[in-house]
């Protein structure tokens, strides 16, 4: 008798359904992602036109004082009674500053909003009908960074963390762990007049060596108390359990290649104690940890590890590899005396806690006197 056909089989679970399943996931999250950042830009947009019509409704009512106070408290005891939570005096506070600190900001044709907005009656009228004719600027981030961005008053620094936000998509708490560490004026500290007002204007701009420098680095994030013993092994350690939060304190452009490479010259072994590559300055960074004062032999040793990967393992088409201490207590002028000028070595301090502020500003105060006296003796 012939053979029966054999019935087609069903598919197992496992390992056939896993591209399947990665496709779907990768699909959904993605669906997710930009459903998440639709909403956040449509709320931030609408605040943006709430405010606009709060204020010009002003500008064509009393000038007498408190005035807009009672529009304020009217304003929100009737939205709330239409329209629920989210219209307290506080809130529309909020939305009118946000509009008066941003109407001014480089305008661009706003897109059509009717598009992301439900279906209208005939008696409604969507708010994208009404931006049609208008300019909005061009908003990216959500509604809860710009409430804490509104709340840094120099307007050079908070377009600097506006603009790193957006290029870096920081959540809310790494925007506020950025703006805590002072990252702001400890990259102004590393720069001359021009560079500070190039942050402002475009951010962390990444052209040469200099421009990843920050000083100081602030690790409080590894959780090692100052005050207590530990090892430059404890410290390398705890920067390998928190690398993540490292590579966004180290800047744009960081990939983690290594710990403790280890390389041989003349039958003695040699260990950097971190490497990693920037792909923006396509270059090496070795990375050496030194818990104490810095000295003279600790930069002749990091010379040496540069000129072997300089020799060694870079190739041709990349740029030459860079050298960074992280020490807790350094000086400058033993750093120039020891050094060649063009070493691509630099010595930057660490600290474990969160900088002051206001410590910071000082610095940066001093700094730019400093300057200002120098180029007006020259």
Not at 36 to 56: K, S
Not at 127 to 141: R, V
């Amino acid at each position: 008798m012939p053979e029966k056909p054999e019935k087609s089989k069903s598919p197992s679970p496992g390992e056939p359904l896993l591209p399947l399943i990665k496709e779907i996931r990768d699909l959904v999250q993605s669906a997710r992602r930009t459903a998440a950042q639709n909403v956040n830009t449509l709320q931030v947009v609408t605040n943006f036109e709430i405010g606009r019509r709060i204020v010009e409704y002003e500008q064509k009512g009393s000038s007498r004082a408190g005035y807009g106070e009672r529009i304020l408290k009217e304003l929100s005891h009737r939205l709330t009674e239409e329209l629920g939570r989210g219209f307290s005096k506080r809130n529309l506070e909020y939305i009118r500053r946000f509009y008066l600190e941003y109407h001014d900001v480089t305008p661009q044709i706003a897109q059509t909003l009717s598009a992301q907005l439900p279906a209208k009656t005939p008696t409604e009228t969507p708010i994208g009908q009404t931006l049609s004719a208008q300019f909005t600027p061009a908003f990216t981030l959500s509604w809860s960074h710009y409430l804490f961005l509104m709340n840094i008053d120099k307007r050079d620094e908070r377009r600097f963390y506006e603009i790193e936000s957006q290029q870096n998509q920081w959540s809310l708490s790494e925007l506020k762990r950025q703006f805590n560490s002072g990252i702001y004026e400890r990259l102004a500290l590393s720069r001359d007049k021009k560079g500070v007002k190039a942050l402002a204007d475009k951010g962390q701009i990444i052209g040469n060596p200099q421009d990843v420098l920050k000083d100081p680095y602030v690790l409080e994030f590894l959780g090692l108390d100052e005050n207590l013993h530990y090892s430059e092994s404890d410290l390398e350690s705890a920067i390998i359990d928190k690398l993540e939060i490292f590579l966004l304190e180290l800047g744009k452009g960081f990939l983690f290649e290594s710990r403790q490479k280890r390389f041989t010259f003349d039958a003695d072994h040699f260990y950097v104690d971190l490497v990693f590559y920037n792909r923006i300055l396509r270059c090496y960074v070795l990375i050496d940890l030194k818990i104490g004062k810095l000295t003279h032999e600790n930069l002749g040793q990091m010379q040496m590890y540069v000129n072997y990967y300089n020799r060694e393992v870079k190739l041709d088409d990349e740029n030459p590899t860079i050298g960074m201490i992280l020490c807790k207590t350094k000086n400058d002028a033993l750093v120039k005396l020891t050094l060649p000028e063009n070493a691509n070595i630099y010595a930057s301090q660490y600290q474990l806690y969160l900088p002051s502020k206001e410590e910071l500003k000082k610095k940066l105060i001093e700094w730019s006197e400093t300057a200002l006296n120098t180029s007006e003796a020259g």
